[in-house]
C-alpha cells in the first residue's frame, strides 16, 4: 500500500443525525470532516468522526469469559464484571445462531427481547432497528418496545386529546416563520434549547432554526421563558426569563387559567364550539369539589413564579397573538401527562388555535425540523416484515420486564403482563446510556441468560454484554442518508474500509439468516448495493427530479425541489377551527378533549380525566428536599448526540478533569465549598457519580443539571451502588413510569445532594 502521503485523497459525503458532512480520506484512513458548504450553521459535532478508530473501538468479535464458563457448567460471574475472550466470526456465529434457536425452541418467540431501541445511523438502509427488526421477523417475531424516551407521555397524551399522533401534530406545528409574521408573544415552557435543534432524526441538510428565531425576535416577537435554565432561549432573543420550580409547569399553566376564567377573559365560544369537557375541569380549577382554587396565589405557592406575573402574563396572553410552547424535556417526570394536556387546555381557552401563529406547538427546538419550513420528502426505508408475536412493553419498563417476568401492569387502559425474557438482542442503541436508574437495570441485566450486541465501540451496553459482534460506523459502508423531515438525500459511500473486523449488521443478519435457513426470506437475493438501488428506485416513484441512481451516486446530494404540491402551508387544526362539522378531530366527540371519559374510565388516580397538578414523587416542595435539596435535571449534551461519539474531540473538549460538567447556581456553590472546575460527588440513595462543577448565574437555585451520554464506568464493575466514575446522572434518576397511562421516563423528577469530592475520604 502506497503512503498516506502518497495517496489521491478521497472526497465523500456523509449523513448523520448532526448534518452533512464532506469527508476526506486516503490510504484507509479519514484524514478531515468538513460541514456542507449549504448548511448555514454546521453542527461542530461532525469533528468527533474523526474518533472512528478511537481505542475504544471493538475490533474482534468478542464473548465474556463469564458467559462461557456458565456453558461449560461453572458458576458465572456478574455481567460487568468479567473479561471477553476473542473469537473468530465463523466460530461466534455458530454461538449466536445456536442460542436464538435454542430459546425460540425451549421458550418461544416472546422469550426474546429485541426492542433494541437507538439512532445508531442516519443511513436509510443500515438502519440498525430496522435491520434488527427485519430479521428477528423472519425468525418468528420477538418481544418489542412502544414509544421512545423523549416524548413517551406526549406519544400517548396528545391521541386521546386531539386525535392524532403526536409525531403528526410535530410535523404540524406553525412554521417559525409564520410566527416571525403573526406571533406577539412566544410563551414557551422549557425554552427553545438550539443545541437540540443540532439534531434531527435521519439527518438535516441545513439547520434554520436558530435563523428562523432571530428573524422572529427583529420582528417584534417577544419570547418568555419559562424554565429553570436561562439558557434554554438564546440570549439573543432577549427572552424574558421566568425560573420556576422543576415539575410546576402544570401548575403555573392552571394558574393562568384561573386568571382567565375569573376576570372573563377566556375566548367562552371557542371552549364551547371546539372542546368538550370544559364543565369538570373548571370545577377542578375554580376548586369546586376539592376548596382549593387553582389560582395565581396557589400557583406562586408551588412554582416560586410570583402571583402579580401570573396574573399579567394570562392577559398578555389574550391581549394578541400568542402561541405555547412545550418542550419535550417537561413530559420526561412524574404525571408528564399532563403539562401537555393542560397547554392544549390554556390554548383552547385563548381561543387561537388555527389562527396564523397562534395556538400551541409542542417540541421546537427539540429537534431541527419542527418548525423549519423545510419541504419534507417522504423517504423509503428497509421493508421491516410482520411481527407475529404481539408481546410487548413500553419502552422505559425494561428492568420492570426483566425483574417481573409475569407481573402484571397497565398501560393506556389495558392490563398486560410482563413476558419471561431470556434473551435480550441490541443493535444500535445504549440501554446504559437512555435509561433511568442504571443501579437497578445493572441487577435486571443479571437476568436473561444471554445477551448479544452489536457494537463499533466498546459502550457500558457492550461492557455488560455475553456476545459482542464488532459492526460498522456508516463511515465504513454504502449507504443513503435522509430523513423525511428533510428535502436534501445524500450519497453516503464509503470513506474508509471497515475497522479491525468489523461488519455491517446487514452483513451479519445475512450470515445468521442463512445458519438459520432463512436467508433468502431476509435478504431477498439482494446485496448492500441492490437495496439501495432499490430504495432509490422506490423514491423516483414519486420525485421525478431525481437523476439516475448512478449520477446521483457520483454528484453525492440531491436537494428536492420546493413545490406547492410538496409544502402545503402548516397551520395545526386550521381545517378543524374553520370547519369543525365537516372536518371533526378523530377523538370520541370530535373535538378537542379537555375532559376525557375514555381516560377517566381507566380509573387512574395518577391520570384522571382532566388536566390536573398532582404532586410528583420528588421535587423542591416535598419532603424529600429536606435530605436530598437540590433538583437534578438531565438534559441533552450539547456537545453530541445522547452518548454517540462521546470519545470524539468535540464531546471531550467540554469535560472537566475529563469528567461531566454539572451546572450549579453560584450560591449553592458557596454553600458547599464548591468552586468552578472543582470535582463534586453528586448523590442520592439510587447512587453516586462523579463531575466536575461549572457554576453559572443562567441556572436557578435550588437546581443542577448534568447532561445524559457520559459512560457508565463503575468503580467496581458489576456491582450495583458502586460509584460512577464519569458523570452519568443515571445512576440517580428515578426509574418511574410518568402514570399508568403512558408509563413513560420521569428522569426529571429527581433530587440529589452535591459536595466537594474528597477521595481520601471516600470508601468506595
Given at each position: ?13 456523509t449523513?448523520?443525525?448532526w ?11 479519514l484524514?478531515?470532516?468538513?460541514p456542507?458548504r ?57 454461538r ?5 434457536d ?14 433494541s ?26 418481544t ?10 406526549a ?34 415552557f ?31 416577537c ?21 425560573p ?10 392552571l ?6 376564567y ?11 364550539t ?11 380549577l375554580?376548586?369546586?369539589?376539592d ?29 394578541a ?15 408528564g ?11 383552547a ?17 427539540a ?25 410487548y412493553?413500553p ?6 420486564m ?34 433511568q436508574?442504571?443501579?437497578r ?6 437476568r ?5 450486541v452489536?457494537e ?8 455488560h ?31 474508509i ?75 395545526l387544526?386550521?381545517a ?17 378533549e ?24 420528588e ?6 428536599a ?6 437534578l ?31 450549579i ?35 436557578m ?14 468503580a ?9 466514575l ?19 421516563p ?8 452535591v ?10
Amino acid at each position: 500500500m502506497k503512503p498516506v502521503s502518497e495517496t489521491p485523497p478521497q472526497r465523500t459525503f456523509t449523513m448523520t443525525h448532526w448534518g452533512v458532512y464532506e469527508l476526506e480520506s486516503a490510504g484507509g484512513r479519514l484524514l478531515d470532516v468538513r460541514p456542507w458548504r449549504g448548511d448555514p450553521a454546521p453542527s461542530p459535532i461532525g469533528r468527533s468522526l474523526l474518533a472512528v478508530d478511537h481505542p475504544r473501538r471493538v475490533r474482534t468479535p468478542r464473548v465474556s469469559r463469564g458467559w462461557l464458563d456458565a456453558r461449560e457448567g461453572r458458576r458465572r460471574a456478574r455481567r460487568g464484571s468479567t473479561e471477553f475472550v476473542e473469537m473468530p466470526w465463523h466460530e461466534v456465529l455458530d454461538r449466536v445462531a445456536s442460542e436464538l434457536d435454542r430459546v425460540r425452541q425451549t421458550w418461544g418467540n416472546t422469550a426474546i427481547y429485541a426492542g433494541s431501541y437507538g439512532w445508531a445511523s442516519a443511513g436509510r438502509f443500515h438502519h440498525a432497528q430496522s435491520q434488527m427488526h427485519r430479521f428477528m421477523n423472519t425468525l418468528g417475531g420477538y418481544t418489542r418496545s412502544v414509544n421512545n424516551y423523549s416524548f413517551a407521555a406526549a406519544d400517548v397524551i396528545v391521541p386521546h386529546v386531539l386525535g392524532c399522533s403526536y409525531r403528526s401534530l410535530q410535523d404540524e406545528a406553525p412554521d417559525l416563520a409564520e410566527v416571525a409574521r403573526h406571533t406577539a408573544l412566544v410563551l414557551t415552557f422549557g425554552g427553545i434549547p438550539l443545541k437540540n435543534a443540532q439534531i434531527e432524526p435521519g439527518g438535516q441538510g441545513r439547520h434554520l432554526v436558530r435563523d428562523l428565531l432571530r428573524t422572529a425576535h427583529r420582528q417584534g416577537c417577544r419570547f418568555v421563558n419559562v424554565s429553570p435554565l436561562r439558557d434554554d432561549v438564546a440570549a439573543e432573543l432577549e427572552a424574558e426569563w421566568l425560573p420556576l420550580r422543576p415539575n410546576t409547569d402544570t401548575a403555573l399553566m392552571l394558574g393562568l387559567a384561573h386568571t382567565l376564567y375569573v376576570e372573563k377573559r377566556y375566548d367562552r365560544a371557542f371552549v364551547q364550539t371546539y372542546t368538550t369537557g370544559f364543565e369538570r375541569f373548571s370545577r377542578y380549577l375554580l376548586g369546586t369539589d376539592d376548596g382549593q382554587p387553582k389560582d395565581a396565589a396557589w400557583a406562586a405557592a408551588l412554582t416560586g413564579v410570583p402571583a402579580a406575573r401570573i396574573r399579567a402574563l394570562a392577559r398578555e396572553l389574550v391581549a394578541a397573538r400568542s402561541l405555547i410552547n412545550v418542550s419535550w424535556s417537561v413530559q420526561r417526570a412524574d404525571h408528564g401527562e399532563q403539562p401537555y394536556w393542560m397547554a392544549i387546555t390554556l390554548a383552547a381557552m385563548i381561543g387561537q388555535i388555527g389562527l396564523p401563529g397562534g395556538g400551541f406547538a409542542f417540541g421546537y427546538g427539540a429537534v431541527g425540523s419542527i418548525g423549519n419550513g423545510v419541504p419534507r420528502v417522504r423517504m423509503p426505508s428497509l421493508p421491516g416484515l410482520r411481527n407475529p408475536v404481539d408481546s410487548y412493553i413500553p419502552v422505559a419498563r425494561i428492568s420492570d420486564m426483566l425483574l417481573n417476568p409475569g407481573g402484571r401492569f397497565a398501560y393506556n387502559g389495558r392490563n398486560l403482563v410482563y413476558p419471561d425474557i431470556r434473551l435480550v438482542y441490541w443493535v444500535g442503541g445504549n440501554p446504559f446510556h437512555h435509561h433511568q436508574d442504571l443501579n437497578r437495570l445493572l441487577e435486571a441485566w443479571q437476568r436473561p441468560e444471554t445477551i448479544i450486541v452489536h457494537e463499533p465501540f466498546m459502550t457500558a451496553t457492550a461492557q455488560h454484554a455475553d456476545i459482542v459482534l464488532p459492526a460498522t460506523t456508516p463511515l465504513e459502508r454504502n449507504d443513503l442518508g435522509g430523513a423525511s423531515q428533510d428535502n436534501v438525500l445524500v450519497a453516503m459511500r464509503r470513506a474508509i474500509p471497515p475497522v479491525g473486523q468489523a461488519r455491517d449488521d446487514y452483513a451479519i443478519f445475512s450470515d445468521l439468516a442463512q445458519r438459520l435457513g432463512v436467508h433468502e426470506a431476509f435478504t431477498e437475493g439482494r446485496s448492500e448495493m441492490d437495496w439501495l438501488r432499490y430504495l432509490y428506485a422506490r423514491l423516483r416513484v414519486t420525485h421525478d427530479d431525481l437523476p439516475e441512481f448512478d449520477v446521483f451516486w457520483t454528484q453525492g446530494i440531491h436537494e428536492f425541489a420546493a413545490t406547492s404540491s410538496a409544502h402545503p402551508p402548516r397551520r395545526l387544526l386550521r381545517a378543524f377551527r374553520e370547519q369543525p362539522l365537516e372536518h371533526p378531530l378523530a377523538t370520541p366527540s370530535g373535538r378537542i378533549e379537555i375532559g376525557s371519559d375514555v381516560i377517566e374510565s381507566y380509573g387512574y388516580a395518577d391520570c384522571p380525566g382532566h388536566p390536573v397538578w398532582l404532586e410528583p414523587g420528588e421535587w423542591l416542595g416535598g419532603a424529600e428536599a429536606v435530605h436530598h435539596p437540590l433538583h437534578l435535571l438531565s438534559n441533552q449534551p450539547a456537545t453530541r448526540l445522547h452518548s454517540q461519539w462521546e470519545h470524539g474531540v468535540t464531546s471531550q473538549q467540554d469535560k472537566i478533569n475529563g469528567l461531566e460538567a454539572l451546572q450549579i447556581n453560584p450560591g449553592d456553590a458557596r454553600a458547599r465549598g464548591v468552586r468552578d472546575g472543582d470535582v463534586v460527588l453528586v448523590r442520592n440513595a439510587r447512587g453516586r457519580c462523579l463531575a466536575g462543577a461549572r457554576v453559572t448565574d443562567a441556572l436557578m437555585p435550588g437546581v443542577v443539571i448534568l447532561p445524559t451520554g457520559a459512560p457508565f464506568e463503575p468503580a467496581a464493575p458489576g456491582v450495583p451502588g458502586s460509584l460512577e466514575l464519569c458523570g452519568n446522572p443515571n445512576v440517580l434518576t428515578r426509574d418511574h413510569g410518568t402514570s399508568q397511562l403512558a408509563q413513560g421516563p420521569s428522569a426529571q423528577t429527581c433530587l440529589v445532594e452535591v459536595e466537594r469530592y474528597d477521595p481520601a475520604a471516600d470508601p468506595r
